[in-house]
Every structure is written in structure tokens, then in C-alpha cells.
């Protein structure tokens, strides 16, 4: 195969490629599922050539799981024209580019150390990524507002078939994902019960994403949603008790929260936020937590009963050390009363009364 050779993409529109350097072998099988690892080049359309994006800058190349890519699928049908250890650039028409913007927001973010999960769980859906006025970035923003023609230089790495590679949460299709929640979910419990509480935490997390992923593409409070909801707020109050071992209670406080703000009758979400509550010397929130928790699982009366016990030991205990902490003595000089309020022993207040007076009532 020749260097430079130019020809157009069979059945694509408005894609031209040119191949810069010849890769070996067959070309792989992209099937869904198949992880592609390359690196790529993403330039203007002008005179001096402006790169946008280039992973090798970054340092890392790129990965994309065939059937789960960002969002722009027009790479899927590049890189499936490669041979491995192919260089080839592309040109392709507006029609192909217009979310590119999107997609480089989300590989910089990655570039950038944030969480790619995290970004795709709450930017899921086209009408969330354009609810935003800015990507944060001001050539991205040129490019949403003006959509134009792009370079793409690709350099394909290597082709893993689905059962060569383990793949991460993120690129299971739907389907796959439901499949590794209980497994998940089993390997967090099992590493609470060994006092892995962060590793735990980890899992839990990771299951809850599955979830909310499968999730965001049903409709909310319908049969499908409302099961994949009460699969989410087991696995949050597991969380949320690794959470508390971490002593991480206000995290407690604000995950329960949201889940008694939507579904006030889970007694398990009062009962963590109660013991939170605790934690932190709420004593009124605690108090009314846990009774609601009675009103909904009079079962629950021995836990609560001993929490509320430990309750009123820490409050008692935390009374008298305030009394304790704070002394009050009264010196008197010359003609002049000085009321000084001492703190571990340190002046902390000093009131001068007029002479004649003692600060007491007749």
C-alpha cells in the first residue's frame, strides 16, 4: 500500500482520507464491544492547519469500546477503514463535526484528571450537554456556535476483541451493566464485613453508576425507572453506611437527604441520617429521625432504642464538659469590681464595673 494515497470513504458523505503512512495485516474486526486504542490529531481547516486536539500532547492515547462512543460515531466508521499501525488523515464536512465540541470537552476533562464516569452520568443525553452556555473552553465554544469542516489524523494502535480485555463500567452496553450490579453490590458487601469501608464505598459507587446510566433512559416514576430508583437507594444507604464508618456524616446527611426528599417513606434513610445527626451533636434532628423511623418500622425499636440511649450518654457527656470549659470568677480591686471569664484557664472577657456597683440585682 502507498504513502499518500487519497480516496474517498465508500459509503460516506462529506469524508475524505488520505493515508500518511501504510499500517500491516488485514483490517481488524471492529465489532461492538471491540476496544480500540489509537491516537488522533484534530485540526482546522485553515491555512495554518490549527490543531485543536492532539493526544500525544497529552501523553496517553486514546480508547474508545466500538458501540459506546461519546458521542461521535462518525470515529467509529473512521478507524474501521485502518489497518494496524495506519496513520491517515481525515476531512470531514460539517455534517460529520458538529458535536465534536462536546466530545473534546469531555477528553480534555479526562486529560485533566476528571472523572470520565462522572461526566457522563450527569451530561447524559444531547439536551443536557447543549443546556450549558459554555463548554469551558473558548475555541470549544467558537466551534458549537460555528460549526466547521475538521482534520482528524488517526493512528491506530491495536484492535482488543471484547473477551481480551476487561472492560471498565462505563463501556457495558446497558444490558451489561444491569448484569454487574448484583456482582458489584456483592463484592462491596463483602468488603464492609472485612472493615474495607473505602474499597467498599468504591464498589457501591460504582454499581450506583451502572444504575444511573441504564436509568437516565427511562421514563422517571414510570415501572422500569421506579425498580432501577429502589436498586439505587439500597446500594446509596450502603454507601452511605460505609460513609458513616468513615466518618463522612455530613456526606450521610445530604445522600439520605435527597432520598427522604423523593421517597419519604424509606425508614433505612432516616435511621442513617439520624445516627449522622448523632454524630455531629444534632440532638433535635436525631430525635425526630429516629422517631419517624418508629412511625415507619416499629421492627426497627431495638436499634432505635440503643441509638437514642447512646444519644442522650454523648449529650449529657458533652453538657457537662461545657460547664466544665467555662468558669466564671469575679476579682475584686481597689474600688472597681472585674469580672473576668476564664477559659481553660485563660482570660477571655474582661468587664469593668463603675464603683459602687457589683452587677447584681437589688
Not at 500500500?1 to 462529506?14: F, V, W
Not at 446527611?253 to 439520624?274: F, M, S, W
Not at 437514642?308 to 449529650?315: D, K, N, P
Request: include cysteine; charge should be negative; glycine fraction near 6%.
Amino acid at each position: 500500500m502507498s504513502d499518500l494515497k487519497e480516496t474517498m470513504l465508500i459509503g460516506s458523505e462529506g469524508i475524505k482520507k488520505t493515508i500518511l503512512h501504510g499500517g500491516t495485516g488485514d483490517i481488524p474486526k471492529f465489532t461492538t464491544g471491540a476496544k480500540v486504542t489509537f491516537h488522533f490529531r484534530t485540526q482546522l481547516c485553515d491555512d495554518e492547519r490549527t490543531v485543536i486536539d492532539d493526544s500525544r500532547v497529552v501523553g496517553t492515547p486514546m480508547e474508545i469500546v466500538i458501540g459506546n462512543m461519546f458521542k461521535l460515531d462518525i470515529w467509529e466508521a473512521l478507524l474501521s477503514s485502518m489497518r494496524v499501525g495506519e496513520v491517515a488523515e481525515f476531512w470531514c464536512d460539517t455534517i460529520h463535526t458538529g458535536v465534536y465540541p462536546l466530545v473534546s470537552k469531555s477528553m480534555r476533562r479526562i486529560a485533566e484528571g476528571k472523572d470520565p464516569v462522572e461526566w457522563q452520568v450527569h451530561t447524559c443525553g444531547m439536551a443536557n450537554m447543549f443546556a450549558y452556555h459554555s463548554l469551558g473552553y473558548e475555541d470549544l465554544d467558537e466551534l458549537m456556535k460555528e460549526p466547521k469542516p475538521l482534520f482528524f489524523v488517526l493512528e491506530l494502535l491495536m484492535v482488543q476483541q471484547p473477551s481480551e480485555y476487561n472492560r471498565e463500567s462505563w463501556a457495558l452496553s446497558d444490558e451489561e451493566r444491569l448484569k454487574v450490579v448484583p456482582v458489584l453490590h456483592g463484592q462491596g458487601n463483602k468488603l464492609f464485613k472485612q472493615g474495607r469501608y473505602q474499597e467498599a464505598a468504591q464498589k457501591y459507587k460504582e454499581a450506583l453508576i451502572c444504575i444511573k446510566n441504564v436509568q437516565t433512559k427511562e421514563k422517571a416514576w414510570d415501572v422500569p425507572w421506579l425498580k432501577l430508583e429502589k436498586m439505587a437507594n439500597t446500594l446509596t444507604l450502603n454507601y452511605c453506611q460505609c460513609l458513616l464508618r468513615m466518618e463522612e456524616y455530613y456526606e450521610v446527611i445530604e445522600h439520605t437527604t435527597d432520598i427522604i426528599n423523593q421517597h419519604p417513606g424509606v425508614a433505612k434513610a432516616y435511621y442513617l441520617r439520624g445516627k449522622a445527626h448523632k454524630e455531629v451533636w444534632n440532638e433535635a434532628e436525631a430525635r425526630q429521625d429516629f422517631s419517624r423511623v418508629l412511625d415507619l418500622d416499629p421492627g426497627m425499636k431495638k436499634a432505635v432504642k440503643k441509638e437514642l440511649a447512646v444519644l442522650s450518654m454523648r449529650m449529657e457527656e458533652k453538657n457537662q464538659e461545657d460547664k466544665n470549659t467555662y468558669k466564671g470568677i469575679i476579682l475584686v480591686l481597689g474600688g472597681n469590681c472585674t469580672t473576668t471569664l476564664l477559659h481553660s484557664g485563660n482570660p477571655l472577657l474582661l468587664l469593668h464595673l463603675p464603683p459602687h456597683s457589683h452587677g447584681l440585682e437589688e
